[in-house]
Each structure stands twice: as C-alpha cells, then as structure tokens.
C-alpha cells in the first residue's frame, strides 16, 4: 500500500522558516519523482517544487524560487521542503505527492 506522511507544518511568522518532510513507503521510492504541492484559503491546489527521481532536477514555482528548497534521500524514503523567508501568502496546506498518491498534508500558518 503506497503511503505518504508529511510532517513539520506549524505557525510561524513572517521571515522565518520551516522544513517540512514527507516519508513514504509502499513503493520504490528511488524510481519516483517526487513533489510537493499546496492549497491556499479559497484556492486550488498548485505545484511548489518537483525532484527527479535521482535527486537530479528539480523545478520550482517562480512564487518561491530563491526561498524554498526541495531535496531528497533515498535512503530514508523521504523528500524534504526546506521554506525560509516565509511569508503570509505562503500559507497553505502542503501536500506531498508521489507513484500517483498523495499524502494528508499539514498545514503552514504564516501570521505575525
């Protein structure tokens, strides 16, 4: 059963950061791209950065280029969402998705 769990969403305030993770299991995790998504209030769901399987390549919203950071490891199954200079349009509900599965979210507030 392919399952994916993300974790790390909080409250936080304008300028700061947070790194969101996603474990998976079920499936070869190795072989897949993998990426991570989010839903703003009233909005729907869009694309924030995608890696390549290898860890090679990844692609990000112009909205967090220069801010957010997407990377891998294999060995732990798990892709990682590295967020600085976080700002109130960033919150959302963060999903990560993968082997066409998505996980549950969690949430990121950003509000001073």
């Known amino acids: 059963q392919v399952r994916l769990v993300e974790s790390g969403g909080g409250l936080v305030q304008p300028g700061e950061s947070l790194r969101l993770a996603c474990l998976a299991s079920?499936?070869?995790?190795?072989?897949?791209?993998m990426g991570w998504y989010r839903q703003r209030p009233g909005k729907e769901r869009a694309p924030v950065a995608v890696?390549?399987?290898?860890?090679?390549?990844?692609t990000y919203a112009d909205s967090v280029k220069g801010r957010f950071t997407i990377s891998r490891d294999n060995d732990k199954n798990t892709v990682y969402l590295q967020m600085t200079n976080l700002k109130p349009e960033d919150t959302a509900v963060y999903y990560c998705?993968?082997?066409?599965?998505w996980g549950q979210g969690t949430q990121v507030t950003v509000s001073s």
């Open positions: 890696i390549g399987a290898a860890g090679v390549g990844t």
């Open positions: 079920g499936f070869t995790f190795g072989d897949n791209a």
């Open positions: 998705r993968g082997a066409d599965t």
